[in-house]
């Protein structure tokens, strides 16, 4: 070890385990101490560092505090080189003075005792005000003053509250030197009392301010024999309980740190951020902090190149969010501690309290008052801490970038935005919350849209409450009443609402709707929005898009001191119109507004404040500061214009194009029902392969049904029994169910694919959340919505022939008006993602009616093989181009070994004409003129209805869909097996297998082949096996053992034992 280096020893310091501090024990071995060999020759400045440091502590002690306190010119002149470093060991006098300062700890507090730690204290404080730069300067052990000053204070067992003291005063007193040496002078002389320190934020001087620069330097030290490098906000973040009674100094240094410190990571991959967010020390001092580090290491540059301090992560993957979830939960799996017990409280600490002088000790009483006193404050904190870091996430990245810091692989399916564009134009209250009600959105959304859409009120039998009669619509808010209530959302972020032209909403409906929600950014089409209502709906907007008819009195309303620029946050506005005055009369009338919404503040109004003096002027943020707020919750609400007139003149740009004008959700943008749903019916023949699914399928839902049922009820009567247990995934038998059966398990069907309108009657009950990778500009194309009604069609084939399954939509931009499949425009890279997000949702099947060309990259392949080695089935349509030789396409040309080639057939059983050579493909399933003209098993009445109105769809894409319907049908008649069978049931192993595709396609083969030359064996009959157990499930009741055993049967017969 280099001369004049300090061993630090410590038993466990894990920077993932909150308790990691209790243990943190520090020596310091100083080896020069007691050297008394003369260096003055060889090393001069050594010499004088050491000469001063032992004046100052043993031979004149009054000397140097006179001295000191008169005119700091004497020192320099004494001691030359006193703001240098040692030509040994390279340490400054800070560094040596605190070096020295912990073996007095163990000395009895004496009046000569306490003088003279004062005394050193007054001479850190000269030095650094006078020599701030010395904080930066590290000795030859990569160590500087101010990393070794709190190392010092984090020493247990030896806590010396001077010493806590002397950290205080480094850490304030590092401040730009200031050019008059007579304020410099007095200011050296006084205590810091913590109220100062922002000469950073006020000073023009635009060198970087020494705190700043010690900040930054990379230290090195070694801790239970393992080396550290990291910085000073890292180790400061890491033990922040040493500012337990200070925490202003810890907010100095996180306010003072710069962009390059912040994502600085140290040996574990931690950024200082990291630190900052344990949830062990919850507090308002944490989230303080916190919007520093965010503010001061999130520039707009550092974003696009995703190396913002919210983007960095740990070495398992972790960002700052995401650490501090995992820090909540590890923390609400211990025990409840009572907040007196003070060796558990780290956060924000008292267990080392007395950390100063006797101020220091009122403050620490004050500070244990402060305190979370109880998890549920704790608890509160952490949930400020949560939506600013959502807030700002979602606020500053993309859709998938901030999903990604915020959950990693989502696998939950969180929704950060609610996006209604290309959904129904009406409908019913009960159905759209029934149709969402599994769906999970965050507590801070990215954007909120709605096109034009009209809700059906669903008339409540006990509600005596006469309706509020109301000129202009209020649809938006029941939607934003039900984000709010049932949904759980805090926050929206930007909200975008497509007015209709007659009938637009109230003010009053505006504002209930927005209330609550802080939105920042909003873009409501109603035309000439009142600026009142604004402030009422969101005081805290900081850019709005207007639309205007053209009345300039409008103009004149927004452009008022009390107009717009009553919103205090609004920086910029955009104005669209579509007026029939002259191009040149507006823009006249809009350049005058922008004029307006920079108009400077009066005199007079100035000279009024100044007399009146409002103290909370002094307490809001410059308009001009180049750096944006970080918001987070409920903004608070401006302060009233009555209180200061002159915030109302802060700088509004106001933005315009006359040439621009884009018709959100215009009518043809919104498809019907069913692609070309306007079309007559066309009589096609009747395809028997449907007719013997049909039939089949409603047969087999009710059996299941009444498996689920009692499957509940066997659950319930075992919760309810306390003194019988059943083992995991069992359920007791009940009722008909036999012994030892299965806890019923969902089939997964992940359909990617143009979305799907989850609204359908028919789907209803059938669908899962779903995922979106399709995206148009800043917004999300909704999986919960069919830009063609491609996907919706897909849906509902997978449906009719397994009405059990389970159907995860995932949407992809499938090109504006082209019908999915081979016309599709794919993006590959994100039909990649689909592919590994329906994997990593546990789907079994993914049904794929799409086709692209043979990619240049390996993203599409490198996917394919995942979902594949993790035995997921993949049904690929084949591409329907005619008679070619090959199958030049994917995802059905790759690994043809392994995925599932389905094309279309003719009602007879001929393969369609277009659907390429039949020896490339597995299996054809009907695919021509299909239509739904019988009944269809759905919840109610009016689906039928709604079927038979559809018109027939022809393709491999709908073959694609039954065929993977099918497949469903297999795994759950194998699982009805191994529940119900009477003698050799299905093994796990033989039901695992049904998930390879070469053990799928024998047991769909089971149903029977035809044999004609025509389809060469490709046309399954499945008619052959299904038709008999229709009509003997016609003949019991679907809840009886024999409805089950024919199932079960009907399994044993496709699937072979191994």
């Not at 069609?793 to 022939?801: D, E, G, L, N, P």
């Not at 919840?939 to 491999?956: D, F, L, Q």
């Not at 083969?1005 to 052959?1024: A, I, L, P, Q, Y």
Request: charged share 25%; glycine share 6%; hydrophobic share 35%.
């Amino acid at each position: 070890m280099l001369p004049g280096s300090n061993h630090i020893a410590r038993e466990h310091d894990d920077p993932d385990d909150p308790d990691s501090d209790d243990d943190f024990q520090i020596s310091y071995v100083n080896p020069e101490e007691d050297s008394d060999h003369d260096e003055g020759e060889t090393a001069p400045k050594e010499a004088c560092i050491r000469r001063f440091v032992e004046d100052l502590m043993t031979n004149d002690t009054d000397g140097i505090r006179t001295m000191l306190k008169n005119d700091f010119g004497q020192i320099l002149n004494k001691y030359p080189d006193l703001p240098c470093q040692s030509e040994l060991d390279g340490r400054t006098v800070l560094h040596r003075i605190v070096d020295d300062f912990p073996r007095m700890a163990g000395k009895k507090d004496s009046n000569k005792n306490l003088n003279l730690k004062q005394t050193i204290i007054f001479a850190v404080m000269t030095i650094t005000s006078r020599h701030p730069e010395l904080l930066a300067k590290p000795a030859n052990n990569g160590i500087t003053p101010l990393y070794r000053v709190i190392v010092s204070c984090c020493a247990k067992g030896d806590e010396d509250p001077m010493r806590s003291h002397l950290m205080r005063q480094m850490i304030f007193k590092c401040k730009r030197v200031k050019t008059d040496a007579a304020a410099s002078t007095a200011g050296d002389a006084t205590m810091d009392d913590g109220t100062g320190g922002q000469d950073s934020v006020r000073s023009e001087d635009k060198t970087p301010h020494p705190l700043t620069e010690a900040l930054k330097v990379k230290c090195t030290s070694v801790i239970d024999n393992m080396n550290r490098s990291e910085n000073v906000l890292h180790l400061a973040m890491r033990h922040h309980w040493v500012f337990a009674s200070q925490m202003k100094a810890l907010v100095r240094l996180a306010s003072n740190a710069s962009e390059e410190t912040i994502i600085e990571k140290d040996g574990n991959g931690f950024s200082p951020l990291h630190y900052a967010v344990n949830y062990e020390w919850s507090s308002q001092e944490q989230l303080t902090i916190v919007k520093h580090l965010i503010q001061n290491g999130e520039s707009v540059a550092l974003i696009e190149r995703r190396q913002g301090v919210l983007d960095l992560t740990t070495k398992d993957g972790l960002s700052a969010y995401r650490y501090h979830m995992l820090t909540r939960e590890r923390a609400q799996k211990q025990p409840s501690q009572h907040p007196n017990n003070t060796a558990a409280w780290k956060a924000p600490g008292i267990r080392r309290a007395m950390t100063g002088g006797l101020k220091d000790v009122e403050n620490a009483a004050v500070q244990r008052e402060q305190m979370p006193d109880s998890r549920d404050e704790r608890e509160e904190w952490s949930e400020e801490l949560q939506i600013l870091l959502k807030v700002e996430c979602l606020r500053t990245r993309k859709h998938e970038v901030a999903n990604r810091l915020l959950y990693g692989d989502n696998l939950q399916d969180i929704q950060t935005w609610f996006d209604y564009q290309g959904a129904a134009k009406e409908v019913d209250e009960q159905a759209f919350q029934s149709t969402f009600e599994n769906v999970t959105f965050e507590s801070v959304l990215k954007y909120v849209a709605f096109p034009p859409v009209r809700i059906r009120k669903t008339k409540s039998r006990n509600s005596s409450r006469r309706p509020v009669v109301r000129r202009g619509r209020s649809d938006m808010e029941f939607f934003f009443n039900w984000l709010r209530e049932k949904k759980g959302v805090k926050r929206i972020l930007k909200v975008i609402v497509e007015d209709s032209v007659d009938e637009p909403h109230s003010d009053e409906a505006i504002e209930k709707a927005l209330n609550g929600f802080g939105v920042l950014s909003l873009d409501w089409s109603k035309p000439d929005l009142d600026p009142e209502a604004l402030y009422k709906a969101s005081p805290g907007l900081t850019d709005v898009v207007l639309h205007w008819t053209g009345n300039n009195a409008i103009l004149r309303a927004w452009g008022e001191p009390k107009g717009l620029r009553r919103l205090l946050q609004l920086r910029k506005i955009e104005i669209l119109t579509k007026t029939l005055e002259s191009r040149e009369r507006l823009n006249t009338n809009l350049r005058d507004l922008g004029t307006r919404l920079k108009e400077q503040c009066p005199d007079y109004l100035k000279e009024w404040a100044q007399k009146n003096g409002n103290p909370k002027m002094k307490d809001t943020p410059a308009t001009g500061s180049s750096k944006a707020a970080v918001t987070m919750g409920p903004p608070p609400r401006p302060y009233a214009a009555a209180e200061d007139p002159t915030l109302l003149y802060h700088p509004v740009d106001c933005h315009y194009d006359l040439d621009a004008y884009f018709p959100r959700w215009s009518d043809s943008s919104i498809p019907p029902s069913g692609p070309n749903g306007d079309r007559n019916n066309i009589l096609t023949p009747p395809h028997i392969w449907l007719g013997a699914v049909d039939d089949f399928a409603e047969r087999i839902s009710n059996v299941w049904e009444r498996i689920l049922r009692d499957s509940r009820s066997a659950s319930q009567a075992t919760n309810a029994d306390s003194a019988q247990t059943t083992p995991a995934n069992t359920s007791a038998p009940r009722g008909n169910a036999l012994s030892n059966t299965r806890a019923p398990e969902d089939v997964i069907v992940a359909l990617i694919d143009d979305g799907v309108d989850t609204m359908a009657e028919q789907l209803s009950g059938r669908m899962l959340p779903g995922r979106t990778f399709g995206f148009e500009g800043d917004r999300n194309l909704p999986w919960y919505a069919s830009e063609t009604g491609h996907g919706t069609v897909m849906a509902t084939m997978i449906s009719r022939v397994c009405p059990m399954a389970k159907i995860y939509p995932i949407r992809l931009n499938m090109g504006a008006k082209l019908t999915a499949g081979a016309g599709a425009m794919i993006n590959v890279d994100s039909a990649a993602q689909a592919i590994r997000a329906a994997v990593d949702r546990k789907a079994t099947i993914i049904s794929i009616s799409w086709t692209v060309g043979i990619p240049k990259s390996d993203t599409l392949g490198n996917a394919i093989h995942y979902a594949l080695d993790n035995d997921v089935l993949l049904f690929c349509s084949s591409r329907d181009s005619g008679h070619g030789t090959g199958i030049d396409y994917y995802p059905a040309g790759f690994r043809r070994d392994a995925v599932i080639k389905i094309g279309a057939a003719e009602p007879s059983g001929s393969p369609y004409d277009w659907a390429g050579p039949i020896e490339n493909l597995d299996f054809i399933f009907p695919g021509v003129e299909v239509v739904q003209r019988h009944t269809f098993r759905g919840p109610t009445a009016g689906a039928s209805k709604e079927i038979r109105e559809m018109e027939p769809k022809t393709g491999s894409s709908v073959a694609t869909a039954l065929g993977a319907g099918l497949a469903a049908l297999v795994i759950y008649c194998a699982r009805i097996n191994q529940m119900y069978a009477e003698g050799e049931k299905l093994s796990d192993a033989d039901v695992a297998k049904l998930r390879r595709s070469a053990f799928m396609i024998q047991a769909i083969r089971n149903f029977g082949m035809s044999t004609s030359d025509v389809t060469k064996n490709k046309f399954v009959e499945v008619w052959r096996k299904l038709d008999d157990r229709t009509q003997r499930l016609a003949q019991v009741r679907a809840d009886s053992n024999e409805a089950r055993k024919i199932v079960a049967q009907l399994a044993r017969d496709l699937i072979p034992v191994v």
